[in-house]
């Protein structure tokens, strides 16, 4: 009987071993699971925008999609940059001791607290753990947030959990924020990102200065591939502003459209100036990039 006992504790023992592997999400992370921006390789990799005109993440897009400040007139971008050097652990400065090098600088929201800052997505197949490394020179104020469903507007993703003055995720210097998976806002049976189903991560700054995303962290129960376009081999097309005028990282037809959607301008190439245009919004298109762009 007592073997027969032990036999089924050690079989219950391989099986609860086996539901608690976890995998790796991404496959250029260091020995502790850690995927850094410290690379235009990774970045280009994994990092791209989301679906700019219909404020949402892109199906069809990278599995980290950064997410403008939603501000008007210009809709500050976030955006990577392989060597952003961050503050230290003293949060005094940028590049004291303890700082990493590159990261993901998501723009700051329209003033204290308020709750229309950048942010980025994490795309996940499923999660079983999920954890950032980021730094500021202030105390951060952010909110996480999340859906299983792809086609949700970012303005109507869940809240699990908000950071203010009154009660800030961490203060000046370099943090590292784990244990996100099982935040859910203190509501039982709310939302959680952890679990074995697609799910949507959207972490957005809410506050008026940048906050810098070095590194992220993502676990999964099984090992599956990821299921977005572009996990490595041909660059998306990105649109950066320079004052009015447009630039594309590679040469594309790039087309300006005002805002009631008449086409105003189009060529093939990696450069437009914008100065000669009426004052007034554009969308800009590349590819499958859309931006706006206020000509003043």
């Known amino acids: 009987m007592k073997k027969g006992i032990t036999t089924l504790f050690l079989g219950l023992a391989c099986a609860m071993g086996m539901q608690a592997q976890e995998y790796n999400l991404f496959a250029d ?3 502790d699971g850690w995927l850094w921006f410290d690379s235009q390789e990774k970045i280009d990799k994994y990092v791209g925008l989301c679906d700019e005109e219909n404020y949402k993440v892109d199906p069809n897009g990278k599995p980290i999609q950064l997410v403008y400040a939603d501000i008007m007139p210009d809709y500050p971008q976030s955006t990577a940059d392989p060597f952003w050097i961050g503050v230290g652990e003293d949060g005094e400065d940028f590049g004291t001791p303890g700082y990493r090098t590159g990261a993901l600088v998501i723009a700051p929201s329209a003033s204290l607290t308020a709750t229309n800052g950048g942010g980025f997505v994490v795309c996940m197949p499923s999660c079983t753990t999920y954890s950032i490394c980021l730094s500021t020179g202030f105390q951060v104020y952010c909110r996480i947030m999340g859906t ?3 086609n949700t507007s970012f303005t109507n993703y869940t809240n699990i959990s908000a950071y ?3 009660n800030s995720l961490c203060g000046a ?3 590292t924020w784990t244990g996100i998976e099982t935040l859910d806002n203190g509501n039982e049976g709310a939302l ?3 679990g074995d189903q697609p799910v949507y991560a959207y972490f ?3 506050r008026n200065q940048e906050v810098y995303i070095h590194g992220i962290r993502v676990t999964t129960p099984t090992n599956s591939t990821l299921s977005v376009r572009d996990a490595g081999a041909v660059q998306q097309n990105r649109i950066f502003f320079e004052g009015n005028r447009v630039v594309l990282n590679e040469p594309a037809r790039l087309e300006v459209y005002n805002a009631e959607g008449v086409l105003m301008n189009a060529a093939h190439t990696d450069r437009m100036d914008l100065s000669g245009m009426p004052k007034g919004i554009y969308i800009v298109k590349a590819g499958d990039a859309t931006r706006k762009l206020v000509v003043q």
């Open 29 to 31: 992370v260091d020995a």
């Open 148 to 150: 299983t469903d792809v």
């Open 164 to 166: 203010s003055m009154f």
């Open 173 to 175: 210097g370099i943090y």
């Open 192 to 194: 959680r990102l952890k």
């Open 204 to 206: 957005q700054n809410n």
